[in-house]
Nanobody, 127 residues
Framework: QVQLVESGGGSVQAGGSRRLSCAAS????????MAWFRQAPGKEREGVAA????????NYADSVKGRFTISRDSADNSLHLQMNSLKPEDTAMYYC????????????????????WGQGTQVTVSS
């Protein structure tokens, strides 16, 4: 089992920045891919960014490319999401997710493939 705990959420004005973190514990040594998802009220959960071992390859949703950066600290299996140039439409609950086996391509941004989830951290961007 893997436990994930997110932090770093809060309120920010449009154009500002925020850094989210996710601490992994339990069988975190088994993690191969980690990702950030978000869900706004009344909307489906969507993949934001993912990173997998093996060169730390990354995937981003088109809506955040060039503004968000995902990174992972292999020393403690922590995950981060640096969010710049935030927009009101980025407002959502942000979730950290992980899986043990490596997957490729667009599957990395699909919530279906992740068995481990954190409780989420709220990000609110005001205009």
């Amino acid at each position: 089992q893997v436990q994930l705990v997110e932090s770093g959420g809060g309120s920010v004005q449009a154009g500002g920045s925020r850094r989210l973190s996710c601490a992994a514990s339990g069988s975190s040594y088994s993690i191969s891919c980690m990702a950030w998802f978000r869900q706004a009220p009344g909307k489906e959960r969507e993949g934001v960014a993912a990173i997998c071992t093996g060169g730390d390859s990354t995937n981003y949703a088109d809506s955040v490319k060039g503004r968000f950066t995902i990174s992972r600290d292999s020393a403690d299996n922590s995950l981060h999401l640096q969010m710049n140039s935030l927009k009101p439409e980025d407002t959502a609950m942000y979730y950290c997710a992980a899986r043990s086996t490596r997957i490729g391509g667009s599957s990395r941004l699909s919530p279906y493939w992740y068995p481990y989830w954190g409780q989420g951290t709220q990000v609110t961007v005001s205009s």
